[in-house]
């Protein structure tokens, strides 16, 4: 697998035409899942940095109003310390900014990947690549409810 990104190993598979799977016949590719899967990674990307912003303002806060601004309270500090790294800049990554980052590498790998085999499928058929060049300039932005 090359590099550290998740799915970086099967990426380049699919670039280079080296990703296969084996179907049943009763399996067909849908073009309308192509498209979902592209917007609802991209709603979920943006919804993470989101969060991820949350988290890094929870971490510049300046004034917490639990007395860690006075001297006699030393646990007040050490507190506000904590929340503070919990939100973003934990020694170990375990903090909130960094799992999120984590969950948006992986999905970003999936949006990646579903990218390339969907080029794929656009160079080899012209009616799949015309009806995902629709159904992707049309598809609305956003999480798609499905039945």
């Known amino acids: 697998m090359s590099g550290d990104k998740p799915m970086q190993g099967l990426i380049d598979a699919a670039k ?51 007395g860690e601004q006075s001297d006699w309270i030393k646990s007040t500090s050490l507190l506000v310390g904590r929340f503070r790294a919990k939100a973003k800049g934990d020694a170990g990554g375990n903090d909130v900014y960094a799992i999120l980052q984590k969950h948006w590498d992986i999905i970003d790998g999936i949006q990646q990947l579903h990218r390339e085999v969907a080029n794929r499928y656009q160079q080899s058929d012209t009616e799949f690549a015309a009806k995902y060049t629709e159904l992707m300039e049309s598809a609305p932005h956003g999480f798609q409810a499905r039945k």
Do not use: P
């Open 16 to 66: 280079n035409g080296q990703l296969t799977v084996s179907f049943s016949d009763d399996l067909y590719v849908n073009v309308e899942e192509f498209v979902y899967i592209e917007r609802d990674c991209q709603a979920m990307k943006d919804q993470i940095k989101m969060y991820q912003g949350v988290a890094q303002d929870i971490s510049n806060r300046e004034v917490w109003g639990l």
